[in-house]
């Protein structure tokens, strides 16, 4: 059986002739005698030549004798694979029969090509499915780009917008995929994220004590109203005169937004929950690390959270029977320490100790000037106390500066209002602040790893002017560029291709990893399950 087969040597598919693979071993013979020769013919040149020429002729030559190399392993797999195949198979409960080949375009990393693969068609009056073997054995997805270009593309889109990550694939590939398969890529790699993390493997050479810090932070969503006008009916638009009356060609189109009253919010956020854990291995009467550090965010509930980090202990083996030291460090939220309690009642449970100083900085300026030396000193006074673990101390001593303010005259009971939240807040969070404990064991003392990891993994790709996202959508963008961050994303690439490949061996499907439909967020349930 010899399969015919189209073949590009240039990025324009149009230019094209069908070879057999007997021809393509001719061309890939031909175009290796010719990069070899490359440097001596350019050499010989009489004018005068550059490298960055040289360079550019020679990228073409190789990427040109890459797509007759993908051609012919193409079309010898197609021959081996159809020697094998009766005229009539069944498979997931429907039988299948052979139809003419299909030809089909390729963009891959070194361009487009064509090759032709042989199609089943389901037998039957409504039989509407069918598959290419070829594609099924190669692994070869329905989206007219190969595995390794969306995945490129996808890993750029975690670090840059869907439109920068184009324009820079563009500057590596001949044929970039646009923004919108970008996207699609990303939503449909984040319908495996969870799998994922579900059966990641735990890191091997832990501490003996398990550090886990929880934050949360805003991403810029979209409201009802812009979802509406973004999903509605689109209006006629007229080309403005110059790029310099856009704006004024844009206001007209769309009804003026009425003015935001003090206290309202422009970015419609929603609170995504981030979770550094990293372990801590003791050496003399110091903890060394971090150790195997692993991030994860989502913008499910809180309690989902929790649930994953619980899971993610249990496998490093600091479960509940273990007898190993888990410090939990949080921001002082009330919703953190319920959720600690129930899931890490083992744990020590500290609240970031920068947290309770900058509180102390705004109540000292109820009765010291902001930026004098006495509001300094006072504030070295409370650290010096707060590190020895002296809370009563700072307590009692606010309770007496607010006794002491009198309850009438200007700005007084703001002072007194605010300086009794300080003084709740510290009582509330006593156990949860044995500084000097803390210094002695040498364990963490801020939350500074979580602070980095919001801005780096969400503030710096979710949160930039004119942005709005919506939930799902973002949280696909969230969870691969913690997968990145964790250093895990070729071995994440390879179990989504494994899990597609064995769907579709199994039950006969054509392999697509895009998506236009994001995966929904976690549940309560989910996270009750994941724990």
């Known amino acids: ?15 094209e002739v069908e070879l057999t693979a007997a021809a393509l071993r001719q061309q890939l013979r031909t175009h290796a005698a010719a990069t070899a020769t490359l440097a001596d013919a350019w050499a010989a040149r009489e004018e005068p030549v550059s490298f960055k020429d040289f ?80 594609d099924v054995a190669l692994g070869l997805v329905g989206d007219r780009f190969s595995w390794n270009v969306l995945t490129m ?20 590939v ?23 993390f579900e059966q990641a493997p735990a890191p091997e050479g832990d501490g003996e004590v398990l550090v886990m810090m929880f934050d949360s932070k805003g991403a810029p969503t979209a409201t009802d109203s812009e979802l509406s006008r973004r999903r509605g009916k689109r209006r006629k638009r007229r080309m403005p005169a110059s790029p310099r009356h856009r704006g004024r060609h844009r206001r007209r189109r769309y009804d003026k937004k009425p003015r ?17 854990m990293f372990t801590l291995k003791r050496h003399g009467n110091k903890l060394l690390g971090p150790i195997n550090r692993k991030v994860y965010a989502s913008f499910a509930p809180k309690k989902h959270a929790f649930a994953i980090a619980r899971r993610e202990a249990n496998k490093r083996g600091f479960g509940p029977g273990a007898g190993k030291l888990i410090q939990i460090v949080t921001d002082g939220d009330l919703d953190l320490a319920t959720y600690t309690t129930e899931y890490f009642p083992e744990a020590m449970h500290t609240i970031d100790v920068m947290h309770v100083i900058e509180k102390l900085w705004t109540d000292g300026e109820c009765f010291h ?52 939240g300080i003084i709740r807040y510290l009582e509330k969070r006593v156990s949860k602040m044995p500084y000097d404990k803390i210094i002695k064991q040498d364990l963490e003392l801020g939350s500074g790893a979580v602070e980095g990891a ?37 071995r994440f690439v390879d179990f989504v291709h494994d899990r597609m490949r064995g769907d579709a061996d199994r039950d006969g499907a054509r392999l697509r990893l895009q998506s236009s439909t994001p995966a929904p967020l976690p549940t309560i349930l989910d996270a009750a399950r994941a724990a």
């Open 369 to 420: 000037r902001e930026g004098t030396k006495l509001l300094k000193e006072w504030i070295d006074e409370q650290k010096a106390h707060l590190y020895a673990g002296e809370i009563d101390v700072i307590i009692d001593g606010l309770c007496q500066r607010r006794h002491g303010i009198a309850a009438t005259g200007p700005g007084n009971k703001g002072k007194r209002e605010r300086l009794l």
């Open 454 to 490: 919001i801005k780096n993994i969400i503030g710096k790709r979710c949160d930039h002017g004119g942005m709005r996202w919506i939930k799902e959508r973002v949280e696909a963008v969230v969870q691969l560029r913690c997968i990145e961050a964790n250093g895990d994303w070729d």
């Open 174 to 196: 001949p044929d970039a995929p646009s923004t919108e398969v970008i996207e699609n890529t990303v939503l449909g790699l984040g319908r495996h994220t969870a799998a994922w």
């Open 1 to 15: 059986m010899t399969t015919q087969v189209h073949l590009s040597l240039v990025r324009k598919p149009t230019e």
């Open 260 to 276: 935001r009253k003090k206290g309202d919010k422009s970015k419609n956020a929603k609170l995504a929950t981030m979770v550094v």
């Open 153 to 172: 593309a996808a890993r750029l889109a975690t670090k840059l917008s869907f439109a920068e990550a184009r324009m820079t694939l563009a500057s590596f």
């Open 55 to 134: 360079e550019k002729a020679l990228r073409e030559l190789v990427f040109a004798f890459a797509r007759i190399a993908i051609m012919l392993f193409l079309a010898l797999r197609e021959e081996q694979l159809m020697r094998a195949y009766p005229t009539r198979v069944a498979r997931g409960g429907r039988t299948f029969r052979q139809a003419p080949a299909i030809t089909r375009s390729l963009a891959t990393l070194f361009g487009v090509v064509r090759y032709a693969r042989t199609y089943l068609r389901e037998v039957g009056c409504n039989a509407r499915h069918g598959f290419h073997p070829l």
